[in-house]
């Protein structure tokens, strides 16, 4: 038996709270209700020895390209490297 999500309105979340969520699930990535986040900030934590593969893979401004052309909703990264590259 297929099971339905709740809605956003079905959430009682606030109206700050249900905008953001909305543009995440439906005006990026897959755009169904669904969210897909690149997870950059496992590579970083375990060392640059992840990167030695695809040495490219260590510049974020890669990975934003990458999660934009792979149709991601975010990705996920430190909140320092965040603050760094992207604010």
Request: charge should be positive.
């Amino acid at each position: 038996m297929m099971q339905t999500r709740p809605s956003l309105n079905e959430l009682g979340l606030s109206a700050g709270k249900k905008a953001r969520l909305h543009r995440i699930l439906f005006d990026h990535g897959l755009r169904n209700g669904t969210a897909l986040f690149l997870p950059y900030d496992q590579g970083l934590e375990h060392g640059p020895r992840d990167f030695f593969a695809n040495p490219v893979a260590s510049d974020p401004a890669y990975v934003m390209k990458l999660a934009i052309a792979g149709e991601f909703n975010g990705v996920a990264i430190q909140i320092g490297l965040a603050e760094k590259f992207f604010w």
